[in-house]
């Protein structure tokens, strides 16, 4: 079956269940929608799609019903959700009752809330992390985005950015990633530090891009461990995108096994990703 196809038809399926009981066919718009983002998403490559996140609530739950399961599940950690995003530079929208935002909001909260709740406690004081926002068609300075840390407002976003077209997995790592670059920015205050130790740890020769915002709108594939000492192709991007990526497919489940079996052969990756968590278990032992 030919790929455009192929797309077409987990479109229908995909937009279907997420519309709820007796939906409407999607529009043709919304399939071209889907499709773009699915075409769209840098993690298609690299995913395993029997990974799957059990939903938060029955399927008929309303907005307010998943707000609530996501505030408590967060104070648990410490944490508190915002549902609008207010910042210079970004646009987001809030979920309305809508039978595609609950569906929406339902998918985002199965990926992030789990993936909060695999951090040791007191790593979320230490940072400084105080709310966690969740929104839907998350854009900053004109290029959609799933996610973003947001130190100033002492957050990290997250979006429904048509998720139910991406890889679940690949969503999961963006979590951690993005956490990632937010306790970067706590320790160093600054997201683009070149930290020498880091950089020292890189074979000799290797050489970085001009930062990830350069790897946007061009459709590119973030394939694993493109080369000795980078565990994917947009760790290649720059130190800062480096360092959030190894911890991204440290702290993913779907992709801590493929990290751990390149660091067997690969000791500068297997030096990064100690270092990570060096970096999580001081955070989590100095509170």
């Known amino acids: 079956m030919p790929a455009c196809r192929l797309l077409s038809c987990l479109a229908v399926v995909l937009l279907s269940a997420c519309a709820g009981t007796g939906p409407s066919a999607p529009s043709a718009a919304d399939l071209q929608a889907f499709e773009r983002a699915a075409q769209q998403d840098s993690m298609r490559s690299?995913?395993?799609?029997?990974?799957?996140?059990?939903p938060v609530a029955?399927?008929?739950?309303?907005?307010?019903?998943?707000?609530?399961?996501?505030?408590?599940?967060?104070?648990?950690?410490?944490?508190?959700?915002?549902?609008t995003l207010s910042m210079p530079g970004s646009e987001a929208h809030a979920f309305s009752d809508s039978e595609q935002d609950r569906a929406g909001l339902q998918l985002l909260l199965s990926i992030v809330l789990p993936a909060m709740e695999r951090y040791p406690a007191g790593v979320f004081a230490r940072t400084g992390l105080r709310h966690v926002v969740l929104v839907k068609d998350l854009s900053v300075d004109g290029q959609r985005r799933l996610?973003?840390?947001?130190?100033d407002i002492d957050s990290?976003?997250?979006?429904?950015?048509?998720?139910?077209?991406?890889?679940?997995?690949?969503?999961?790592?963006r979590v951690h990633h993005e956490y990632y670059h937010f306790i970067e920015y706590r320790l160093f205050?600054?997201?683009y530090y070149r930290d020498p130790a880091w950089l020292a740890l890189n074979p000799a020769g290797t050489?970085?891009?001009?930062?990830?915002?350069t790897a946007y709108g061009k459709g590119f594939q973030n394939l694993g461990h493109p080369q000795p000492g980078l565990v994917s192709f947009y760790a290649a991007y720059g130190p800062e995108e480096d360092k959030a990526e190894v911890f991204g497919w440290m702290m993913a489940p779907a992709y801590a096994l493929?990290?751990?079996?390149?660091?067997?052969?690969?000791?500068t990756l297997l030096a990064k990703r100690q270092r990570l968590m060096e970096v999580l278990g001081t955070?989590?032992?100095?509170?």
């Open 46 to 54: 690299e995913c395993d799609w029997n990974v799957r996140y059990a």
């Open 58 to 83: 029955p399927r008929d739950a309303s907005v307010a019903q998943l707000q609530a399961i996501a505030t408590a599940r967060l104070a648990a950690l410490q944490l508190a959700p915002a549902w």
């Open 147 to 151: 996610a973003m840390p947001a130190p």
């Open 156 to 173: 990290v976003v997250y979006a429904d950015n048509l998720l139910a077209a991406l890889c679940p997995s690949g969503m999961e790592l």
């Open 189 to 191: 205050n600054d997201f």
């Open 207 to 213: 050489a970085y891009g001009q930062g990830g915002a």
């Open 258 to 267: 493929r990290l751990q079996q390149w660091t067997a052969f690969d000791p």
């Open 283 to 287: 955070l989590a032992n100095s509170y």
